[in-house]
């Protein structure tokens, strides 16, 4: 569970165990995590498979018209994002077709990722411009120039890496 709503209590808890109750007594929605070293990383960080929207639209597999599948990091070390080079060059181009039909800079380029979960589908979105708390922007999107430990690695269930951060959460 992650709760960022107010500053100085801010609260982050993992667990192998079942969730609590929320607080109108339904179970919380859970995202099925993933162990990243069984494609090559060295180390055992809490990741999950998911696609992405840019500007409210689904980013496109390379090579077909299907959603494209990203292997997303939760990186508490990371502000907004970081993201492969193949997967940048396509939000980057994604988001500029957006502004190009007529949404602002701000809403072209707006991140969701959308996960599989155990009841309807888990969707973390980028907090876009200054928080009102923090007063800072959390929405950043940079470039990974490699991530050895993916490049090759056999029959993987996803095209790219992003390391979702802070501003996600």
């Known amino acids: 569970a992650i709760d960022l709503r107010t500053p100085g209590k801010e609260k982050m808890e993992l667990s192998t165990k079942s969730l609590p109750l929320n607080s109108t007594g339904g179970v919380l929605q859970k995202v099925k995590l993933v162990d990243p070293r ?4 060295p180390v055992k960080h809490y990741a999950a498979l998911a696609t992405l ?3 409210g639209e ?4 390379k090579s077909s018209a299907s959603s494209r599948k990203v292997l997303v990091i939760f990186d508490t070390g990371t502000t907004g994002a970081s993201m492969t080079a193949s997967l940048y060059e396509a939000y980057i ?3 500029r077709q957006r502004a190009q039909s007529g949404l602002s800079w701000s809403q072209a380029r707006q991140i969701e990722a959308v996960f599989d979960a155990s009841g309807p589908k888990v969707i973390f979105s980028a907090y876009v411009g200054k928080h009102p708390e923090y ?3 959390l929405d950043l999107v940079t470039p990974i120039s490699q991530m050895t430990w993916a490049e ?3 029959a993987k269930p996803f095209e790219d890496i992003m390391l979702m951060g802070l501003g996600f959460l």
Request: aromatic share 4%; no cysteine; charged share 10%.
């Open 38 to 41: 069984r494609w090559g990383d």
């Open 53 to 55: 929207q840019v500007g």
């Open 58 to 61: 689904a980013l496109t597999a």
């Open 93 to 95: 181009g994604a988001a």
């Open 135 to 137: 007063g800072l922007g």
């Open 152 to 154: 090759g690695s056999p």
